[in-house]
Protein backbone atom coordinates (compact mmCIF):
# COMPACT_ATOMS: atom_id res chain seq x y z
CA UNK A 1 0.00 0.00 0.00
CA UNK A 2 0.88 3.64 -0.69
CA UNK A 3 -1.83 5.53 -1.12
CA UNK A 4 -4.74 6.35 1.16
CA UNK A 5 -7.98 8.11 0.55
CA UNK A 6 -9.66 9.77 3.58
CA UNK A 7 -13.40 10.59 3.09
CA UNK A 8 -13.15 13.70 5.96
CA UNK A 9 -9.65 15.19 6.28
CA UNK A 10 -10.21 16.49 9.15
CA UNK A 11 -8.05 16.90 12.13
CA UNK A 12 -6.66 13.51 12.65
CA UNK A 13 -7.35 12.06 9.34
CA UNK A 14 -4.51 15.62 7.92
CA UNK A 15 -2.07 14.29 10.86
CA UNK A 16 -2.13 10.90 9.70
CA UNK A 17 -1.82 12.03 6.13
CA UNK A 18 1.56 14.50 6.25
CA UNK A 19 3.01 11.46 8.42
CA UNK A 20 2.36 9.24 5.82
CA UNK A 21 3.31 11.38 2.86
CA UNK A 22 6.56 11.72 4.73
CA UNK A 23 6.88 8.17 4.25
CA UNK A 24 6.52 8.30 0.31
CA UNK A 25 2.89 8.18 0.18
CA UNK A 26 -0.08 9.55 -1.84
CA UNK A 27 -2.55 10.80 0.27
CA UNK A 28 -5.96 12.22 -1.12
CA UNK A 29 -9.31 12.64 -0.03
CA UNK A 30 -12.52 14.98 0.62
CA UNK A 31 -13.13 18.34 2.14
CA UNK A 32 -16.75 20.54 2.04
CA UNK A 33 -14.51 24.10 1.94
CA UNK A 34 -13.00 25.15 -1.10
CA UNK A 35 -10.07 27.48 0.72
CA UNK A 36 -9.72 24.37 2.68
CA UNK A 37 -8.73 22.37 -0.17
CA UNK A 38 -6.69 25.29 -1.52
CA UNK A 39 -4.46 24.77 1.83
CA UNK A 40 -4.61 20.86 1.75
CA UNK A 41 -3.47 20.73 -1.46
CA UNK A 42 -0.23 23.32 -0.82
CA UNK A 43 0.63 20.62 1.52
CA UNK A 44 0.82 18.05 -1.36
CA UNK A 45 -2.63 16.00 -0.20
CA UNK A 46 -4.84 15.75 -3.75
CA UNK A 47 -8.57 16.96 -2.16
CA UNK A 48 -11.46 16.50 -3.44
CA UNK A 49 -14.82 18.65 -2.52
CA UNK A 50 -17.55 16.81 -1.29
CA UNK A 51 -20.12 17.77 -0.49
CA UNK A 52 -19.84 19.70 -3.69
CA UNK A 53 -18.88 19.36 -7.59
CA UNK A 54 -15.85 16.96 -6.91
CA UNK A 55 -18.56 13.88 -6.11
CA UNK A 56 -17.47 12.13 -9.63
CA UNK A 57 -13.98 11.85 -8.98
CA UNK A 58 -14.18 9.87 -5.53
CA UNK A 59 -14.76 6.54 -7.43
CA UNK A 60 -11.79 6.65 -9.58
CA UNK A 61 -9.69 8.15 -6.41
CA UNK A 62 -10.52 5.29 -4.18
CA UNK A 63 -9.97 2.83 -7.01
CA UNK A 64 -7.43 0.59 -5.45
CA UNK A 65 -5.91 3.22 -2.40
CA UNK A 66 -7.10 2.32 1.07
CA UNK A 67 -9.76 3.78 2.80
CA UNK A 68 -10.03 5.56 5.82
CA UNK A 69 -13.57 7.76 6.65
CA UNK A 70 -13.73 9.90 9.85
CA UNK A 71 -17.21 11.32 8.67
CA UNK A 72 -19.63 11.30 11.07
CA UNK A 73 -23.26 9.73 10.45
CA UNK A 74 -25.81 12.14 10.29
CA UNK A 75 -29.84 12.00 11.08
CA UNK A 76 -30.38 10.01 8.06
CA UNK A 77 -27.88 7.42 8.89
CA UNK A 78 -23.81 7.34 6.93
CA UNK A 79 -23.36 10.14 4.23
CA UNK A 80 -20.19 8.25 3.02
CA UNK A 81 -22.22 4.84 2.39
CA UNK A 82 -25.34 6.55 1.15
CA UNK A 83 -23.26 8.05 -1.40
CA UNK A 84 -20.30 5.24 -1.98
CA UNK A 85 -21.27 2.31 -0.93
CA UNK A 86 -20.97 -0.07 -3.86
CA UNK A 87 -17.84 2.33 -4.86
CA UNK A 88 -16.41 1.22 -1.84
CA UNK A 89 -17.02 -1.96 -2.24
CA UNK A 90 -16.00 -2.31 -5.86
CA UNK A 91 -13.00 -0.54 -5.06
CA UNK A 92 -10.71 -3.46 -4.60
CA UNK A 93 -9.31 -1.68 -1.19
CA UNK A 94 -6.06 -3.41 0.60
CA UNK A 95 -7.35 -1.98 3.60
CA UNK A 96 -10.36 -0.01 5.01
CA UNK A 97 -10.51 2.29 8.29
CA UNK A 98 -13.02 3.74 10.22
CA UNK A 99 -13.05 6.44 12.73
CA UNK A 100 -15.60 5.87 15.54
CA UNK A 101 -16.09 7.02 18.82
CA UNK A 102 -15.67 5.69 22.85
CA UNK A 103 -19.00 7.17 23.01
CA UNK A 104 -20.78 3.95 21.85
CA UNK A 105 -20.05 2.06 25.13
CA UNK A 106 -22.00 4.71 26.87
CA UNK A 107 -22.16 5.08 30.95
CA UNK A 108 -20.28 2.79 33.10
CA UNK A 109 -19.86 4.82 36.25
CA UNK A 110 -16.24 5.28 35.67
CA UNK A 111 -15.30 1.47 35.57
CA UNK A 112 -13.22 0.09 32.48
CA UNK A 113 -14.11 -0.42 29.19
CA UNK A 114 -12.36 -2.77 26.53
CA UNK A 115 -13.24 -3.77 23.13
CA UNK A 116 -15.22 -6.59 24.12
CA UNK A 117 -17.52 -4.90 26.11
CA UNK A 118 -21.15 -4.78 25.18
CA UNK A 119 -21.95 -1.21 23.76
CA UNK A 120 -24.86 1.09 25.43
CA UNK A 121 -25.03 4.36 23.97
CA UNK A 122 -26.54 6.68 25.62
CA UNK A 123 -27.80 9.32 22.75
CA UNK A 124 -29.16 9.08 19.57
CA UNK A 125 -25.20 10.50 18.25
CA UNK A 126 -23.78 7.76 19.49
CA UNK A 127 -26.36 5.13 18.58
CA UNK A 128 -25.67 6.03 14.96
CA UNK A 129 -22.15 5.77 15.37
CA UNK A 130 -22.49 2.25 16.47
CA UNK A 131 -24.92 1.52 13.63
CA UNK A 132 -22.43 3.13 11.16
CA UNK A 133 -19.76 0.61 12.73
CA UNK A 134 -21.46 -2.39 11.36
CA UNK A 135 -21.86 -0.94 8.01
CA UNK A 136 -18.67 -0.05 7.76
CA UNK A 137 -17.50 -4.01 9.45
CA UNK A 138 -19.48 -5.72 6.93
CA UNK A 139 -17.38 -4.18 4.04
CA UNK A 140 -14.45 -5.12 6.45
CA UNK A 141 -13.07 -2.04 7.85
CA UNK A 142 -11.20 -1.49 10.81
CA UNK A 143 -13.14 0.16 13.62
CA UNK A 144 -10.92 3.03 15.51
CA UNK A 145 -13.07 4.10 18.82
CA UNK A 146 -11.17 7.45 19.48
CA UNK A 147 -11.14 8.87 22.73
CA UNK A 148 -10.89 12.74 23.40
CA UNK A 149 -8.68 14.11 20.95
CA UNK A 150 -5.90 16.53 21.99
CA UNK A 151 -3.22 17.88 19.94
CA UNK A 152 -1.65 21.12 18.22
CA UNK A 153 -4.29 23.91 18.07
CA UNK A 154 -6.65 21.49 20.21
CA UNK A 155 -5.91 21.28 23.73
CA UNK A 156 -6.60 22.74 27.02
CA UNK A 157 -3.27 24.85 26.53
CA UNK A 158 -4.33 27.16 24.13
CA UNK A 159 -7.68 27.38 25.99
CA UNK A 160 -6.17 28.85 28.65
CA UNK A 161 -3.41 30.79 27.07
CA UNK A 162 -7.05 32.95 25.32
CA UNK A 163 -8.71 32.51 28.40
CA UNK A 164 -11.80 29.92 27.28
CA UNK A 165 -10.67 26.73 29.14
CA UNK A 166 -13.44 26.27 31.83
CA UNK A 167 -12.94 23.77 34.89
CA UNK A 168 -16.17 21.90 35.24
CA UNK A 169 -16.09 19.38 38.32
CA UNK A 170 -18.89 16.56 38.33
CA UNK A 171 -17.78 14.42 41.38
CA UNK A 172 -16.91 10.50 39.99
CA UNK A 173 -16.30 11.65 36.27
CA UNK A 174 -13.90 10.13 34.32
CA UNK A 175 -12.52 11.01 30.90
CA UNK A 176 -10.36 9.20 28.42
CA UNK A 177 -8.33 11.27 25.68
CA UNK A 178 -5.20 10.52 22.96
CA UNK A 179 -3.05 12.42 21.20
CA UNK A 180 -3.54 12.74 17.63
CA UNK A 181 -0.01 12.42 16.99
CA UNK A 182 -1.21 8.65 18.50
CA UNK A 183 -3.84 8.40 16.88
CA UNK A 184 -1.79 8.62 13.14
CA UNK A 185 0.62 6.28 14.97
CA UNK A 186 -1.47 3.49 15.54
CA UNK A 187 -3.45 3.86 12.03
CA UNK A 188 -0.07 3.26 10.37
CA UNK A 189 0.30 0.53 12.48
CA UNK A 190 -2.88 -1.25 11.22
CA UNK A 191 -1.94 -0.40 7.54
CA UNK A 192 0.89 -2.07 8.14
CA UNK A 193 -0.40 -5.38 9.74
CA UNK A 194 -4.07 -5.48 8.68
CA UNK A 195 -6.99 -7.33 10.57
CA UNK A 196 -10.41 -6.71 8.45
CA UNK A 197 -13.24 -5.91 11.08
CA UNK A 198 -10.86 -5.19 13.87
CA UNK A 199 -12.20 -3.00 16.73
CA UNK A 200 -9.39 -0.83 18.41
CA UNK A 201 -9.41 1.94 21.02
CA UNK A 202 -7.62 4.61 20.62
CA UNK A 203 -6.94 5.94 24.32
CA UNK A 204 -4.14 7.08 26.51
CA UNK A 205 -2.76 5.19 29.74
CA UNK A 206 -4.00 7.51 31.97
CA UNK A 207 -8.13 8.17 32.09
CA UNK A 208 -8.82 10.99 34.73
CA UNK A 209 -11.06 13.46 35.56
CA UNK A 210 -11.29 16.64 33.04
CA UNK A 211 -10.32 19.32 35.35
CA UNK A 212 -7.31 17.11 36.27
CA UNK A 213 -6.07 18.04 32.66
CA UNK A 214 -6.98 21.59 33.09
CA UNK A 215 -5.12 22.30 36.60
CA UNK A 216 -1.63 20.43 34.60
CA UNK A 217 -1.96 22.69 31.99
CA UNK A 218 -2.07 25.70 34.31
CA UNK A 219 0.81 24.66 36.28
CA UNK A 220 2.91 24.31 33.35
CA UNK A 221 1.60 27.20 31.61
CA UNK A 222 2.57 29.02 35.41
CA UNK A 223 -0.96 30.38 35.56
CA UNK A 224 -3.80 30.21 37.53
CA UNK A 225 -6.23 27.44 37.12
CA UNK A 226 -9.41 28.65 35.98
CA UNK A 227 -12.79 28.66 39.04
CA UNK A 228 -14.30 25.63 39.87
CA UNK A 229 -17.74 25.51 38.41
CA UNK A 230 -20.24 22.46 39.78
CA UNK A 231 -21.45 20.54 36.86
CA UNK A 232 -25.06 20.63 38.08
CA UNK A 233 -26.24 24.44 37.13
CA UNK A 234 -23.40 24.90 35.09
CA UNK A 235 -24.36 26.74 31.62
CA UNK A 236 -23.61 23.88 28.55
CA UNK A 237 -24.93 22.88 25.76
CA UNK A 238 -26.56 19.60 24.76
CA UNK A 239 -24.01 18.50 23.29
CA UNK A 240 -21.70 19.27 26.01
CA UNK A 241 -24.34 17.94 28.14
CA UNK A 242 -24.18 14.92 27.19
CA UNK A 243 -20.66 14.30 26.89
CA UNK A 244 -20.62 14.53 30.60
CA UNK A 245 -23.29 12.11 31.07
CA UNK A 246 -20.75 9.14 30.18
CA UNK A 247 -18.08 7.98 32.36
CA UNK A 248 -15.75 5.38 31.95
CA UNK A 249 -12.41 4.41 31.51
CA UNK A 250 -10.62 3.01 28.27
CA UNK A 251 -8.24 0.09 27.73
CA UNK A 252 -5.96 0.04 25.10
CA UNK A 253 -4.50 -3.30 25.69
CA UNK A 254 -5.45 -4.21 22.61
CA UNK A 255 -3.51 -1.26 20.98
CA UNK A 256 -0.37 -2.28 22.96
CA UNK A 257 -0.60 -5.99 22.30
CA UNK A 258 -1.68 -6.63 19.16
CA UNK A 259 -0.44 -3.28 16.92
CA UNK A 260 2.67 -3.25 19.42
CA UNK A 261 1.91 0.55 19.90
CA UNK A 262 4.18 2.58 22.12
CA UNK A 263 2.23 5.80 22.64
CA UNK A 264 4.84 8.54 22.28
CA UNK A 265 2.32 10.55 24.67
CA UNK A 266 0.99 7.61 27.10
CA UNK A 267 -0.46 10.24 29.36
CA UNK A 268 -2.00 13.85 29.07
CA UNK A 269 1.21 14.92 30.83
CA UNK A 270 3.57 14.55 28.31
CA UNK A 271 1.09 15.34 25.94
CA UNK A 272 0.76 18.56 27.01
CA UNK A 273 4.51 19.11 28.00
CA UNK A 274 5.35 19.01 24.45
CA UNK A 275 2.43 21.22 23.20
CA UNK A 276 3.73 23.92 26.29
CA UNK A 277 7.33 23.10 24.31
CA UNK A 278 6.64 23.07 20.84
CA UNK A 279 4.86 26.70 21.32
CA UNK A 280 7.95 28.07 23.00
CA UNK A 281 10.02 27.11 20.21
CA UNK A 282 7.69 28.32 17.66
CA UNK A 283 7.31 32.23 19.51
CA UNK A 284 11.55 32.08 19.54
CA UNK A 285 11.86 30.52 15.81
Same mark, same amino acid.
Given at each position: ????????????????? +?????????????????? +?? =??????????????? *??????????????????? !?? *????????????????????????????????????????????????????????????????????????????????????????????????? !????????????????????????????????????????? *??? *?????????? !??????????? &????????????? +????? +? &??????????????????? =????????????
Amino acid at each position: MDRLFCFGLGYSAETLG +RDLMARGWQVGGTTRDRA +RA =AALAAQGFAPILWPG *DGAGQVAAAIRGAAILSSV !PP *DAAGDPVLAAFGPDIAAAGAPWIGYFSTTGVYGDHGGAWVNEETPCSPANPRARARLAAEARWQALGAHVFRLAGIYGPGRSTIGALRAGTQRRIVK !PGQIFSRIHVADIAAAVAASLAAPRPGRIYNLADDLPCPPE *DVV *DEGARLLGVP !PPPTEPFEGAP &LSAMARAFYADSK +RVSNA +R &LRHELGVALTYPTYREGLA =ALVRDQARTSFS
